[in-house]
């Protein structure tokens, strides 16, 4: 697990520079990084879901999986853990709609629905390599200084869901290897592309409000229907 524990450091160590430096900051300056990040989310959204091989994968998926992450109220179980945590550290009550929160959910979407943060827990767990989560640590770290000087100290505690995302995938590799074939990884990210615009339109750019948490059982769906497919036409 030595990538992702370089990947948590990265986040924690960005979003405190982030603070640190933000006060420095105008308020201007501030949305307009966010709103260059907003872009640069949604392009690299767009740029993984055409990787997709049958789009209709991907539509199938976030739609049962948008279905069963509001069943389980996913998205509101991520804004409580922010609530808690921003009143452990913070002692603040603005509740779902703070800062903290904001940052806090929007920063942990962004780090765990990329291709790298699977793709780098595999090689991680499998061969040693954490080359690419190295890669994804840096980017993570420039991130985390851009979100943390507007949205807070919420982006640093983003950390934990990465740990635990990226700790899981890692210790469960060799498993995940033997199950997810190629085609399976194309629609995987395809749909974590798809979470990457919806997090770019809603909680960076603001332009309307979706509840990206929510379709987070899609990733899970993706490449099971992708199999089941391939079962079916053998």
Do not use: H
């Not at 739609?63 to 991520?78: A, C, D, P, Q, T």
């Amino acid at each position: 697990m030595t990538g992702t524990f370089i990947n948590v450091t990265a986040i924690i160590v960005g979003g405190l520079l982030g603070i640190f430096f933000g006060a420095r900051l105008s308020d201007n300056i501030k949305n307009t990084v966010i709103a260059g990040m907003g872009i640069f989310t949604a392009a690299i959204g767009f740029e993984m879901f055409l990787k997709t091989e049958n789009p209709l994968v991907v539509l199938g998926a976030l739609i049962v999986g948008g279905l069963l992450g509001e069943w389980w109220e996913i998205e509101n179980r991520i804004q409580l853990m922010g609530i808690w945590l921003e009143k452990r550290v913070t002692g603040g009550s603005e509740g779902s709609s703070s800062r903290f929160v904001r940052g806090f959910l929007s920063a942990s979407l962004l780090f765990c629905t990329g291709p790298m943060a699977v793709l780098g827990s595999i090689s991680d767990g499998l061969r040693g390599d954490y080359l690419t989560l190295s890669i994804k640590s840096i980017l993570d770290g420039f991130i985390s200084i851009a979100f943390a000087s507007t949205l807070g100290i919420g982006v640093a505690f983003s950390a934990l869901p990465v740990l635990a995302y990226q700790g899981s995938i890692t210790l469960l590799a060799a498993q995940l290897n033997a199950i997810i074939s190629d085609t399976m990884m194309n629609e995987l990210t395809a749909t974590g592309g798809i979470l990457l615009i919806g997090i770019g339109i809603s909680s960076l750019l603001e332009i309307k409000k979706i509840r990206v948490g929510s379709f987070l059982p899609a990733l899970v769906l993706a490449p099971l229907i992708t199999k089941t497919l391939t079962l079916v036409i053998k």
